[in-house]
């Protein structure tokens, strides 16, 4: 049946080994990825702020914050998911799930209100702009949706038990419980999709490689020494550095 072939997420990719750990590996990866580009975006959010005339910065900035702890607790909330499966640690699979949803949507209608501020002092990309408030109006009615259909089914399944009846979604409300799991796909894909719209503006991005400076008085031979002269070698070590960079690339 069709409510057999769709199921929610992680009703085939989180039950049982070896699948489970194969998801929650991908899931953490992708978490990571997430929020990397929720740094980004901060980053880049920021520079403008620093380097342009903005009405309102200060208050704006504190927006821009606000997004970048909201969308490290939308990528925390994806990596519960995936390490809290839901058969053996069902209340906190929900917490995470709802950090990822509730959080990731917040998140989105966010990014979606600063990139319009950008677009009104003459930055960013109008059809960018558009696309993401689509998005998240989409996201905002899918979860709706989701958390309707879900509380319907989940009741409906409690009721069932009583009367010794364990297959709701097939004979109860089947078509509850395959709209509830369509939308999970959906708000998921959404939360995916909007990430996608940052593109445009991390064109503009030049990412630089972090430079370590190691300072060699405190590690020749073993012996702990008082650092003297470490800054008068900065010039010497960046000639240094200079040539080794050309040797290699």
Not at 30 to 44: D, E, S
Not at 112 to 127: A, C, D, I, V
Request: aromatic content about 12%.
């Amino acid at each position: 049946t069709s409510c057999d072939k769709f199921r929610y997420l992680s009703s085939y990719t989180a039950i049982e080994a070896p699948e489970r750990c194969v998801f929650g590996q991908l899931i953490n990866i992708g978490a990571v990825l997430l929020g990397m580009n929720v740094w980004v975006r901060y980053l880049f959010v920021k520079e403008i702020f620093l380097k342009k005339k903005v009405q309102d910065v200060i208050k704006w900035q504190r927006v821009n914050i606000a997004g970048i702890i909201l969308g490290f607790l939308s990528a925390l909330g994806i990596s519960m998911v995936a390490n809290f499966q839901t058969v053996v640690q069902r209340g906190p699979h929900y917490v995470g799930a709802g950090l990822a949803f509730g959080l990731g949507l917040a998140y989105c209608w966010l990014q979606t209100r600063l990139s319009w501020k950008l677009r009104s002092e003459k930055y960013g990309n109008h059809f960018v702009a558009v696309a993401q408030l689509v998005n998240s109006i989409a996201l905002t009615v899918f979860l709706l949706l989701f958390a309707v259909t879900k509380i319907i089914y989940k009741v409906q399944e409690a009721r069932d038990l009583k009367k010794g009846i364990t297959d709701t979604k097939f004979t109860t409300v089947p078509e509850v419980y395959l709209v509830s799991t369509i939308s999970e796909w959906l708000v998921a894909t959404s939360v995916l999709t909007f990430a996608l719209t940052f593109m445009w503006d991390f064109r503009a991005l030049v990412m630089e490689t972090p430079r370590v400076n190691v300072n060699f008085e405190l590690i020749e031979n073993g012996e702990t020494r008082s650092v003297t002269n470490g800054t008068q070698k900065n010039s010497k070590d960046d000639t240094n550095m200079n040539t080794i960079n050309s040797s290699v690339l």
